[in-house]
């Protein structure tokens, strides 16, 4: 879209928001956070493009305001600089997605460009970005009842107050997510296209982010179905498969979005023989979108058979399944996990995994958890799915399934920190002339500075918590969000855990003052919890990793970066899963499937190079994609190891 843009005079910068991006790979281009020319076209125009750097764009945000926050801190609470200095360091929430829209911001004011195209994070992910302006807002009013305290004391003093330069660093901070909420909000400013797969799993996603973010306020323009089959060129088994697949699930958007001035759109991207990639091969997919919606029609579709259609697939096999097999079930991991770049099928193949596991080791309780805030397992298995582990119609009895509700776990750590707080200042006030009620409101929001994803954080202790608890899961198989937010959560819990003892400190040392009572003991049970959680995730014995690919170039790039970051963080990672390879007999499916042949070759290179030189599974294609407990089962069966 933004080369098909700036080819008609647009000065245009596309800039992506992913932790984990991709941009410069589609664009053959090496980018940094510094926008950089990708082409010139008519009258002036230029195509610039950058990947958000997001903790040097929030550190340049912060480093203006530090100085601020932290004489805002120190006048309104009972921190003293080293605490606030330490908190300051370690806290302020949603680093990513605020960092992300900080950038837009900031390109937007530049002057520079005409429009700004966004690449964004997976869904979960850029919901949150979405909602944002919410978390800044809510930031500066804990400051601003930290700066009252002041204003109080300063007006009794001198009977008036006038606004001070921290006083302006608030309102610029309540301002600026005012700001932010408007342009997300506003048509005439910023438009929103979701991108899907015309599948039925992603037609639910799709469905599910709609309905997310009409409650927002925010409109998705136009719904993008990518990489649509075309007419084979001959009969075609798998290419008639895929298209009678894709215009059910195309009938199913269009009838629940349901007719309407506010319903979406729909265009369509036809898919193209060869994966595209460099200006040239993205500005035919940029011209087509211009020229509107491509027909959904699919005309002479055969009848459906009932009977799932399997790819013809070009790639070496290995021997069998054993050795996927074996990661599952012999050796003594207790906690696997599946990530990837979103789309590439991780919870097809983490539900495929646990349903198998559970099957073939009876003995073993087999606990399978989705942690992506854009939940699909339970689409994947075929029931619905809640954050209290349920067994599965029909399945095997040592297997439960849950999707974890982040949110509503940091919530009840949030109100157990809240109502310790209160016991505390009713302990410290009890007789006491005075009134800290405005200390007390200040304490009890300080939770909501913890450094960002902690909610998804508390989530994975709890799960790591089941493994530890009597009659819990032996082995628990997680479904994680997408490459960049998993690494984050994998990173985090030592800086939470730093945090965490951060304000463990400042309670004992205003221990002789106010006591500790309950807050020490939900601080310390946090604590404890991330440092069993660390150990877990650095034992090769008890945590395997597994990476799941397609045998594509965008996906086997970041695959590639991904096996690094968790080398570089201790984690195991035995397994790489290529899944869904193979396609049809037609002459675009053979050269769909060379392509793949020659990706495996590179991703094999690839892995060479890396640390822990991984096994690699390979997936077989199937039409329909397997879905429920039996289809999982069986095509899991299927998997082998290269040679």
Not at 193 to 219: F, K, Q
Request: charged share 25%; aromatic share 4%; proline share 7%.
């Amino acid at each position: 879209m933004a080369i098909a843009e700036a080819a008609r005079g647009i000065r245009t910068l596309v800039i992506s928001t992913d932790p984990a991006p991709s941009l410069g790979h589609a664009l053959r281009r090496r980018l940094t956070a510094t926008p950089r020319l990708v082409s010139a076209g008519p009258r002036g125009a230029t195509l610039h493009a950058a990947e958000v750097d997001a903790a040097r764009a929030f550190d340049r945000w912060l480093a203006a305001r530090r100085a601020a926050l932290a004489r805002i801190t120190l006048r309104g609470t009972w921190l003293d600089q080293e605490d606030v200095t330490r908190l300051l360091r370690l806290s302020l929430p949603g680093i990513d997605e605020i960092a992300a829209l900080l950038e837009l911001s900031r390109f937007g004011r530049s002057g520079r460009y005409d429009l700004i195209v966004v690449d964004t994070a997976p869904t979960g992910h850029t919901l949150r970005m979405l909602a944002m302006p919410e978390t800044v807002q809510a930031v500066a009013q804990l400051f601003d009842r930290m700066q009252a305290k002041h204003r109080v004391i300063v007006e009794a003093l001198r009977g008036n107050w006038q606004p001070d330069e921290d006083d302006l660093v608030i309102e610029g901070m309540s301002q600026e997510a005012g700001d932010l909420a408007d342009m997300v909000r506003d048509p005439s400013r910023a438009t929103l296209s979701w991108v899907s797969l015309a599948e039925p799993m992603a037609v639910e996603e799709t469905l599910d982010a709609v309905r997310s973010l009409a409650a927002h306020g925010i409109a998705v323009g136009e719904i993008i179905l990518n990489r649509l089959t075309p007419a084979p060129p001959a009969a075609c088994r798998w290419c008639t498969a895929r298209r009678r697949l894709e215009a059910r699930a195309i009938d199913t958007l269009r009838r629940r979005l349901g007719p309407g001035r506010a319903t979406p759109a729909l265009r369509a991207v036809l898919g193209r023989d060869v994966e595209p990639t460099g200006t040239r091969d993205l500005a035919a997919i940029g011209a087509a979108l211009q020229k509107g919606a491509a027909s959904f029609s699919r005309k002479g579709a055969a009848p459906s058979s009932g009977k799932p259609v399997n790819a013809v697939s070009d790639a070496p096999m290995g021997a069998g399944r054993a050795g996927v097999s074996g990661l599952l079930g012999e050796m003594p991991a207790t906690l696997v996990m599946f990530g990837g770049k979103g789309g590439v099928g991780k919870t097809t193949c983490a539900a495929a995994a646990g349903v198998t596991a559970a099957i073939e080791y009876p003995g073993r309780r087999v606990l399978l958890v989705s942690t992506d805030p854009a939940h699909s397992l339970g689409d994947a298995l075929g029931v619905k799915l809640g954050d209290v582990p349920r067994p599965l119609p029909g399945g095997p009895p040592n297997l439960q399934a849950r999707e974890l509700d982040a949110a509503a776990g940091f919530a009840r750590v949030r109100e157990k920190y809240r109502a310790a707080i209160d016991a505390l200042f009713d302990r410290f006030t009890r007789g006491a002339p005075l009134d800290a009620a405005q200390d007390r409101r200040v304490m009890q929001d300080l939770i909501e500075l913890a450094p960002p994803g902690i909610d998804e954080l508390v989530a994975i202790i709890d799960v790591v918590d089941a493994l530890e608890a009597k009659g819990a899961a032996d082995l628990v198989i997680l479904d994680t969000a997408p490459s960049g937010h998993a690494l984050r959560l994998l990173d985090m819990p030592a800086l939470v855990q730093e945090w965490t003892r951060a304000l463990m400190s400042i309670l004992l040392k205003y221990q002789p003052v106010v006591g500790i009572g309950e807050l020490g003991p939900v601080l310390l049970r946090l604590s404890q919890g991330l440092g069993r959680l660390r150990a877990r995730l650095a034992d090769s014995g008890a945590t395997h990793f597994i990476v799941v690919t397609r045998a594509a170039v965008l996906p086997r790039a970041e695959s590639t970066r991904l096996l690094k970051r968790l080398a570089r963080l201790h984690i195991h990672t035995p397994l790489v899963v290529v899944n869904a390879v193979g396609a049809g007999t037609c002459t675009r499916c053979r050269r769909q499937r060379a392509q793949e042949r020659r990706e495996l070759v590179r991703l094999r290179r690839d892995l060479a190079s890396t640390p822990q030189r991984p096994e690699v599974a390979v997936t077989p294609a199937r039409m329909p994609p397997p879905n429920g407990r039996a289809a999982l089962a069986a095509w899991r069966h299927s998997w082998q190891v290269l040679r």
